[in-house]
Antibody
Framework: QMQLVQSGAEVKPPGASVKLSCKTS????????IHWVRQAPGRGLEWIGI????????IYAQPFQGRVTVTRDTSTSTAYLELSGLRFEDTAMYFC?????????WGQGTLVTVAS | QAGLTQPPSVSKDLGQTATLTCTGN????????AIWLQQYQGHPPKLLSH???YRPSGISDRFSASRSGNTASLTITGLQPEDEADYYC???????????FGGGTKLTVL
């Protein structure tokens, strides 16, 4: 079945970088965009950016520009999110999701904790 | 970035109808429409409605989405205990070139 499986939880100190993965299966990876969305504890959803899986083009939300890089490996149907210069307020659950007229399939989420 | 506006909470009685709203502007909801997501605590969101107000396979027909101008609405009929969740709207903004989310509405079924 179609699914997105994300990498495991991360704990990082302030200022560090983190790279998360989102492995897709059950559909043709390059046919659908992948988005990254995060949710801080007890807060709402926040859009981070979009990956055009076919050509690798990306668009990032303004608050993340300069700190985020989204990439892909088409050979493994995997999308990646790298966030640098981590701050305490980056502590959140990070989700990848497929866009098909809406965000129709979601990964299970990766908890990133920024702690000293 | 400016987001979409949702009421923080809505409470309705079991079996009643709840209508959740999501207000944007002509660059987002009014142009591209909105999607609706349901989220239970500790779980990823689930898509309830596409931008075209189309309901994905497996979603109960008690959920219906609509749009009037710059406001999108999600109507839930015959409220059940399992409808108690957080509901988010989201829309693409053509000017900001970004997807926006509403702050979410916590639906309580009394």
């Amino acid at each position: 079945q179609m699914q997105l499986v994300q990498s495991g939880a991360e704990v990082k100190p302030p200022g560090a970088s983190v790279k998360l993965s989102c492995k897709t299966s059950g559909y043709t990876f390059t046919h659908f965009y992948i988005h990254w969305v995060r949710q801080a504890p007890g807060r709402g959803l926040e859009w981070i950016g979009i990956l055009h899986s076919d050509n690798g083009n990306t668009i990032y939300a303004q608050p993340f520009q300069g700190r985020v890089t989204v990439t892909r490996d088409t050979s493994t149907s995997t999308a990646y999110l790298e966030l640098s210069g981590l701050r305490f307020e980056d502590t959140a659950m990070y989700f990848c999701t497929r866009e098909a007229g809406g965000f129709d399939i979601w990964g299970q989420g990766t908890l990133v904790t920024v702690a000293s | 970035q400016a987001g979409l506006t949702q009421p923080p909470s809505v409470s309705k009685d079991l079996g009643q109808t709840a209508t959740l709203t999501c207000t944007g502007n002509s660059n987002n909801v009014g142009d591209e429409g909105a999607i609706w997501l349901q989220q239970y605590q500790g779980h990823p969101p689930k898509l309830l409605s596409h931008r075209s107000n189309y309901r994905p396979s497996g979603i109960s027909d008690r959920f219906s989405a609509s749009r009037s101008g710059n406001t999108a609405s999600l109507t839930i009929t015959g409220l059940q205990p399992e409808d108690e969740a957080d509901y988010y709207c989201s829309a693409w903004d053509n000017t900001l070139k970004a997807w926006l989310f509403g702050g979410g509405t916590k639906l309580t079924v009394l």
